[in-house]
C-alpha cells in the first residue's frame, strides 16, 4: 500500500511502516509456518482417532468376528439358528492408535523448535538489514541534499562573478572567453543537479519499496550510540537450522529402531445370515501392543544419507558465513575509524579551500589571476564537499552493517 510522506518527519516513522509493510510481513509468515511444523511434530504424540464405515463382499460367506470354537458347536447343533456368517457384510466403529514408545518422534519435536527459533532469529536479522537499508538510503539523501546546497552556493557564486566578469567584457578588459568559461561552469552546476536528482530519484524508489512511503525528501535521523560487538548474532538463524538438520539426521536414523504402538477398534457389523438369511448383528472390540522392528528398508537408508549431506552443507555453509562476517566485521571496524579521521580532515579542508576561494575571487578581480584558475578553486570546494557529504553517508552505512552483524537494536541507535 502506497503512503503519501505528509507527517513522515522521523527515521523511527519509517521503521514503523517498515513492520507493517509486506517485506516484514513475509517474515511473520515464514515464523507462523514453523509454528504450525512444531505443532505437527508435537501431535505426533497424541492419539489418532478414527471413525469408518466398511462394506466387505465375500464369494462365500465368512465370519462377521472372530468366533470361539465353543460357539462354533453351538450353531452347529442349532441349525435354525442365524449364523454369524455372510457373502454381504456391513461394520461401523472407530479405531484409535497412540505410540507408547517411538524414538524418531523426540528429536523431531525437538527440530520443529529449532525451526522456529531459526525463523524468529531470521525475522529479526531481516528486520534490521531492512532497517540499515532504509538508514542508508535517507544518509544517501541527506548526502544529495547536501550536495546540492553546495552546488547552489558556487552556482550563486558564479553567478556574481558572472555579473563582474560581463562589465570587464564590455569594458574591453577580458576577453569574451572569460564569459564563454563562467557560463560553462554554471551549466556544469546545472547538469550535476539534474544528476542528482535522477539519483534522489532511485534512493526514494528503494525506501518505498519497503515502506511503502513515498517520501521526497530525506528525513531527520540522530545518533544516539553506536554498535556493540561480541557474538555474530547474524549467524544464528543458521546455527539453529544447523541444529535442527543434526536434529532431522538423528530422528532418521532412530527410525530404525523398534517402536510400540497401542492399537485398538471396535467394530458393530450388519448382515443377514448365509442359512437361513435371518439378519444378524453383532459387535466385538480388538485392544493391542504392536511392536514394530524394522529388519530392511532401504527408502529409510536413502533418507538418512540425504539427511546426512543436508547436515553437512548447514554446516559448511555456517562455517562460510561465520568466516565472510568475521572479515567484514574486521574491515568495517577499521573503515569507521578511516572514516572518523576523513571525515575531520574533510572539514578542515574545505574551510582552508573556502578561504582560498575567497582569495582567488579577489586575486581575479584584480587580474592577477586567470578565469580557468579562479574556475578550480570553485571545483575545488565543491569536490572536498561532496567527499566530506560522502563520508558522513558511508559512515552511516557502515555503522548500520557492523549493527546487523552483531545484532544491534538500530532502532536504539537511530532515532
Excluded: C
Excluded at 456391513?90 to 529449532?114: E, L, N, Q
Excluded at 536434529?247 to 510400540?260: N, T, V
Amino acid at each position: 500500500m502506497l503512503l503519501q510522506a505528509q507527517g513522515i518527519e522521523h527515521i523511527s516513522q519509517l521503521f514503523d511502516s517498515l513492520k507493517t509493510h509486506p517485506a516484514s510481513m513475509s517474515d511473520d509468515i515464514l515464523v507462523n509456518q514453523a509454528l504450525a511444523g512444531k505443532t505437527m511434530a508435537y501431535s505426533k504424540l497424541y492419539p489418532n482417532v478414527d471413525l469408518f464405515g466398511r462394506y466387505d463382499y465375500a464369494s462365500k460367506a465368512i465370519a462377521m468376528l472372530p468366533l470361539p470354537l465353543n460357539e462354533l458347536f453351538a450353531y452347529k447343533t442349532d441349525p435354525t439358528m442365524a449364523q454369524p456368517f455372510s457373502e454381504n457384510i456391513f461394520r461401523v466403529g472407530a479405531t484409535v492408535s497412540m505410540p507408547i514408545f517411538i524414538a524418531s518422534i523426540f528429536p523431531m519435536d525437538i527440530k520443529a523448535k529449532k525451526m522456529v527459533q531459526s525463523a524468529k532469529d531470521q525475522q529479526y536479522i531481516n528486520l534490521l538489514k531492512n532497517e540499515a537499508v532504509i538508514v542508508g538510503a535517507n544518509s544517501n539523501l541527506l548526502y544529495i541534499k547536501s550536495l546540492e546546497q553546495a552546488l547552489d552556493q558556487k552556482r550563486s557564486s558564479l553567478l556574481k562573478t558572472k555579473g563582474f566578469v560581463t562589465i570587464k567584457v564590455k569594458n574591453g578588459r577580458t576577453p569574451e572567453s572569460a564569459l564563454i568559461n563562467i557560463n560553462n561552469g554554471i551549466s556544469q552546476v546545472d547538469i550535476s543537479k539534474n544528476d542528482l536528482v535522477l539519483q534522489r530519484e532511485e534512493v526514494l524508489a528503494i525506501i518505498q519499496s519497503l515502506t511503502g512511503v513515498a517520501l521526497t525528501d530525506a528525513v531527520n535521523m540522530e545518533q544516539k550510540g553506536t554498535y556493540k560487538d561480541g557474538e555474530i548474532k547474524a549467524l544464528a538463524p543458521l546455527q539453529e537450522k544447523a541444529e535442527a538438520d543434526r536434529l532431522g539426521l538423528k530422528a532418521e536414523k532412530e527410525k530404525l529402531l523398534p517402536s510400540l504402538v497401542f492399537q485398538g477398534s471396535y467394530s458393530n457389523n450388519f448382515a443377514n445370515a448365509y442359512n437361513n438369511n435371518l439378519p444378524v448383528h453383532n459387535d466385538y472390540t480388538t485392544l493391542g501392543v504392536i511392536l514394530r522392528v524394522p529388519i530392511f528398508a532401504k527408502d529409510q537408508y536413502a533418507q538418512i544419507k540425504k539427511s546426512k549431506w543436508d547436515y553437512e552443507a548447514t554446516k559448511n555453509d555456517l562455517d562460510k558465513m561465520r568466516i565472510e562476517l568475521m572479515a567484514q566485521a574486521a574491515q568495517l571496524q577499521n573503515s569507521l575509524i578511516v572514516l572518523d579521521s576523513s571525515i575531520e580532515l574533510y572539514t578542515n579542508s574545505i574551510k582552508d579551500k573556502q578561504q582560498l576561494l575567497d582569495i582567488a575571487k579577489v586575486s581575479y578581480q584584480s587580474d592577477r589571476l586567470s578565469m580557468e584558475d579562479y574556475l578550480k578553486y570553485e571545483d575545488d570546494v565543491v569536490l572536498e564537499q561532496s567527499k566530506l557529504y560522502k563520508a558522513q553517508a558511508q559512515k552511516w552505512q557502515t555503522l548500520m552493517k557492523l549493527n546487523v552483524i552483531y545484532g544491534n537494536n538500530i532502532e536504539e541507535i537511530v532515532k
